[in-house]
């Protein structure tokens, strides 16, 4: 069976070890963090993410939809928030029924490596970052705790995100096309505990407090917490949310109904201990080099999160890929050149709306 190298056990990689493992190639995943199941806290992005159509569409290839959307909460509609504290209006998604699911990243995360892992074919590498590919060779160079380790393999998959290495040493290739954006806004993720150990809020809807050019929306979770994010532009933080008092005057005028439910305490804490976190915008052609390395997630096209559909069009890469190895019977050559042809133009798209629903 042929053999294929992931770079990255985050969300795309993780769906991809499924993909293959169920494939039967030889599968092995490098990730440059230890193992997340292992770990107390896992640092990194947004805490849920809501899982759409598309999303789901990959995850039922792989025998996971059912399983995943009993763990998330299903939102039925957008529900805005007005200035006064009092008025909301609501937005469906779709028909009655429809609807897209908030959805805990570590635990989707951990569901996709455990049901990877189940394979004999499959091994997870943990605490192995990833320094350099050669796309000649189809060999990617590790660094694990010191050790500079080497692996050849018919196929490489970079997974490894946004600031992806691979995707790095392959800048000076010639003619690939690679743009990247930081948009003037950041974020800050806050939580609203449960009320009389109920949801403090409703939950079944997607809750959005939009202020012109900043805007706080709320997911809930299953242990009926809310996650809450402030997107707002970096000099805004700077200028009206710089210390204890300012934080606190700011939520109580722009966000008077969630300025209660945050809570004062938690508002202080949180802008004391962190620092707002960037959003960028990359789109890159081809994705595919010397039809070995394929580009995908965020490594392709990293996108502003406005839209929703980051991690929902990386799931869907993963889906193309596999139904267009199939279509090539396997072939890996002929599958990246179809690949990157199709998917290239889908991703700038996607990539476009998600700055166009930033821009609106
Ligand atoms: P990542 O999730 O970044 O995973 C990359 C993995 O590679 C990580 O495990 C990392 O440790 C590993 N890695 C990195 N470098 C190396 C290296 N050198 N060697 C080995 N391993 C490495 N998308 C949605 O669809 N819906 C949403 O609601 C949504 N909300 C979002 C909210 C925010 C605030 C943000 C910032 C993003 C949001 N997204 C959303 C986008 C989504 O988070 C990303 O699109 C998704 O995480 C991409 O998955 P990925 O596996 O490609 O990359």
Known sequence: MPKVIIAGAGLVGALNACFFAKRGWDVEVYEFRKDIRQMEHVQGRSINLALSHR????????????????????????????????????????????????????????????????????RFFFEYKVVKADPKAGCVTFNHVG????????????????HSAIRRSLMAYPLFQYSQEYIEHGYVELNILPLNNDYALEPNVFHIWPRGNFTLIAL??????????????????????????????????????????????????????????????????????????????????????????????????CLVLSEILDEFDGNIGATLDAYSKRRCLDAHSINDLAMYNYNE
């Open 55 to 122: 999303g789901k569409s990959a995850l039922e290839a792989v025998g996971l939809k059912e399983y995943i959307v009993t763990q998330g909460v299903e939102m039925h509609a957008r529900l805005i928030h007005d200035i006064d504290g009092k008025t909301i209006h609501r937005q469906p998604y779709g028909q009655p029924g429809e609807h897209i699911v908030s959805i805990n990243r570590r635990h989707l995360n951990e569901v996709m490596i455990t049901e990877a892992e189940k394979f004999p074919n499959v």
């Open 147 to 162: 050790n500079i380790i080497e692996s050849k393999g018919d196929l490489i998959l970079a997974c490894d995100g946004a």
């Open 220 to 317: 809930a979770n299953r242990d009926k917490t809310f996650t809450v994010t402030i997107f707002a532009p970096f000099e805004l933080f700077e200028k009206e949310m710089y210390d204890d008092s300012s934080v606190l005057g700011f939520f109580q005028k722009y966000f008077p109904d969630a300025f209660n439910l945050l809570g004062n305490e938690h508002l202080t804490e949180t802008f004391r201990r962190v620092k707002p976190l960037p959003l960028i915008s990359i789109k890159s052609e081809p994705h595919s080099f010397e039809r070995k390395i394929l580009l995908m997630g965020d490594a392709a096209h990293s996108m502003v999160p406005f839209y929703g559909q980051g991690m929902n069009a990386g799931f869907e890469d």
